[in-house]
């Protein structure tokens, strides 16, 4: 079983691009972020005349995340328990989708960006990481069996080496300690980073930037991520980042994080 995350940036912009992807490699499962449509505006036919269901959440233009399966797609959940909301009013957005396919529970994430150190969105994007963490940790505790994956764009880099220049984020967001110590508590739900455990190369990146050639100079980022449950850790066999997902017209500026399961 092939499973894997990819932000879109715009799905009804990319979606015969993202199901070429998904028939050429035969990927089962793909957790789809940043999709920037409602549900309605969904391209479901394009994704259903390939044989894959889809369950989405989106509310309008921005944010938006989906999952589309090939091997069923049961129990969708959308939004977690205890998922905090941002403005005023505060809004849930649409930014976490749950789903069991082929015996797999996949979350497709959207982590809050963050924008300023100083910014309600950054306070809120805390918020988020720990609710999310908390749920992560009953959901480990009340079913050990169970093969989960939290996978999507965390919008967090945990290590210096996860961005081309770490210099060139000082005072930002992304690489500040307490986005980072969140990132890392997901390790105390019982839940393991796979794509770091197959992949621990320094200056491997999922994302780069389209202004200032940022592709053609490498100046990345390692921002998609895949935790995984114990059982589900067990059965990854291995994980490709696929860069060359980011070359081409129309290309998303997040590339796809794959990971391959045994039976």
Same mark, same amino acid.
């Given at each position: 079983?092939?499973? #894997?995350?990819?932000?879109?940036?715009?799905?009804?912009?990319?979606?015969? @691009?993202? *199901?070429?992807?998904?028939?050429?490699?035969?990927?089962?499962?793909?957790?789809?972020?940043?999709?920037?449509?409602?549900?309605?505006?969904?391209?479901?036919?394009?994704?259903?005349? $390939?044989?894959?269901? *889809? $369950?989405?959440?989106?509310?309008?233009?921005?944010?938006?995340?989906? +999952? #589309?399966?090939?091997?069923?797609?049961?129990?969708?959940? @959308?939004?977690?328990?205890?998922?905090?909301?941002?403005?005023? !009013?505060?809004?849930?957005?649409? @930014?976490? +989708?749950?789903?069991?396919?082929?015996?797999? @529970?996949?979350?497709?994430?959207?982590? !809050?960006?963050?924008?300023?150190?100083?910014?309600?969105?950054?306070?809120?994007?805390?918020?988020?990481?720990?609710?999310?963490?908390?749920?992560?940790?009953?959901?480990?505790?009340?079913? !050990?069996?169970?093969?989960?994956?939290?996978?999507?764009? &965390?919008?967090?880099?945990?290590?210096?080496?996860?961005?081309?220049?770490?210099?060139?984020?000082?005072?930002?967001?992304?690489?500040?300690?307490?986005?980072?110590?969140?990132? $890392?508590?997901?390790?105390?739900?019982?839940?393991?980073?796979?794509?770091?455990?197959?992949?621990?190369?320094?200056?491997?990146?999922?994302? &780069?930037?389209?202004?200032?050639? $940022?592709?053609?100079?490498?100046?990345?980022?390692? +921002?998609?991520?895949?935790?995984?449950?114990?059982?589900?850790?067990?059965?990854?066999?291995?994980?490709? +980042?696929?860069?060359?997902?980011?070359?081409?017209?129309?290309?998303?500026?997040?590339?796809?994080?794959?990971?391959?399961?045994?039976?």
């Amino acid at each position: 079983m092939r499973i #894997a995350t990819w932000n879109v940036n715009s799905v009804r912009t990319r979606a015969e @691009r993202v *199901v070429a992807w998904l028939e050429r490699t035969g990927t089962d499962v793909l957790a789809i972020q940043e999709t920037k449509c409602k549900e309605e505006q969904f391209p479901h036919a394009v994704f259903e005349a $390939a044989g894959y269901e *889809v $369950a989405v959440v989106g509310l309008n233009q921005w944010n938006g995340v989906a +999952i #589309a399966s090939r091997v069923g797609i049961d129990d969708v959940e @959308r939004g977690f328990l205890g998922q905090p909301g941002f403005g005023d !009013p505060e809004v849930v957005e649409p @930014r976490a +989708i749950g789903a069991t396919c082929g015996g797999v @529970r996949v979350w497709s994430l959207y982590v !809050p960006n963050g924008r300023e150190l100083d910014h309600p969105h950054y306070a809120y994007k805390l918020r988020w990481l720990e609710a999310l963490q908390r749920e992560a940790t009953e959901w480990v505790a009340a079913s !050990p069996d169970l093969p989960l994956a939290l996978m999507g764009d &965390w919008n967090v880099v945990p290590l210096d080496t996860d961005v081309w220049d770490v210099a060139a984020f000082a005072g930002k967001t992304h690489v500040s300690p307490a986005e980072r110590d969140a990132f $890392a508590a997901f390790a105390d739900a019982g839940l393991t980073e796979v794509s770091r455990e197959h992949l621990p190369a320094e200056n491997t990146y999922t994302y &780069w930037d389209y202004q200032q050639l $940022a592709f053609p100079k490498n100046k990345g980022m390692r +921002i998609d991520f895949a935790y995984a449950s114990p059982a589900l850790r067990a059965r990854v066999d291995s994980v490709t +980042i696929d860069r060359d997902e980011r070359k081409g017209k129309g290309a998303s500026d997040h590339v796809p994080v794959i990971l391959d399961l045994a039976d």
